[in-house]
């Protein structure tokens, strides 16, 4: 079977989907996102980097490690199957996030087959960046796609892709009769002025569901970490842009949570 690239598990996750879950974070992504949690990711093969160790003596020392490794569906499978009572109770199951897993598609494929054969449920978390023939064989293996709008004005320049295949991938994916939560990262200097537009969108596309994430900075210090140039942007959610977002996605219709 094949192997495919991760840098992490997780378990007992409940922001990825439905659920109690085990999310599967892939590496590859053609997104640059300036607030990237997963800068991990953004390697498809795994990767060396130098770690600060501070011993007892205080004496700092640098290491190298290893982010990512290569693993076969059979050995991630394993893994999944941990849980597996957990799940049925929960009516959650597994997420396939990243990066972009798709960024990997024969792997990816691989894994949703073996997650069908063992009757579990399967999200996929996605930029939404890719060309249609990449995700259409593995639709039916899908039970719900978590798909990210970022923004809309300043979508190039904070991620360095066009958002143009991105709404056509979505209105596509609706089309097909695809199992769609939009997912809006909420942040102030990126998509601050994108809301109304971005209702426009999704009411002229047909969807009906939206999560509403707000915009921490707990992964501010990976890029250095990993040697990446560090963020020179700030960035914010407010608590009153949170408010006003929720609200206005509501008037509007929608059925709005906040977070994953």
């Known amino acids: 079977m094949p192997t495919g690239n991760i840098f992490a598990i997780k378990r007992f996750s409940v922001h990825d989907g439905p659920g109690i879950r085990t999310t599967v ?17 953004w390697s498809a093969v795994p990767f060396t980097y130098k770690k600060k160790i ?10 190298l490690e290893t982010m990512g490794n290569q693993i ?7 893994e999944l199957l941990k849980d597996i009572e957990f799940y049925k109770q929960s009516g959650g199951g597994i997420t396939f996030s990243g990066g972009e897993p798709l960024f990997q598609p024969d792997f ?8 069908k054969g063992n009757n579990l449920t399967t999200a996929l978390d996605t930029s939404g ?17 978590l798909f990210d709008i970022k923004g809309l004005r300043n979508h190039e ?3 360095g892709v066009s958002n143009e295949l991105i709404l056509e991938n979505l209105n596509r994916l609706h089309k097909s009769g695809a199992n769609i ?12 002025e994108d809301i109304d537009d971005i209702i426009s969108i999704l009411q002229e596309i047909g969807i009906k569901k939206v999560a509403l994430l707000s915009y921490h900075d707990l992964a501010k210090n990976k890029r250095g970490k990993f040697g990446f140039n560090e963020i020179s942007e700030s960035f914010s959610c407010s608590a009153a842009f949170l408010r006003s977002s929720m609200e206005k996605m509501e008037h509007a219709g929608f059925t709005v949570k906040s977070g994953g």
């Open 25 to 41: 974070f892939f590496m590859g992504c053609p997104l640059r996102c300036m607030w990237c949690h997963n800068p991990e990711s």
């Open 54 to 63: 501070t011993l007892s003596n205080g004496i700092e020392l640098e290491k």
């Open 72 to 78: 076969a569906v059979e050995e991630l499978g394993k």
């Open 108 to 115: 990816l494929y691989e894994c949703l087959q073996f997650c």
């Open 129 to 145: 960046y890719w060309d249609w023939n990449t995700i259409e064989k593995l639709l039916e293996l899908i039970d719900i796609i």
């Open 157 to 159: 320049k904070f991620t």
């Open 181 to 192: 939560q939009v997912r809006i990262p909420l942040i102030e200097e990126v998509n601050g």
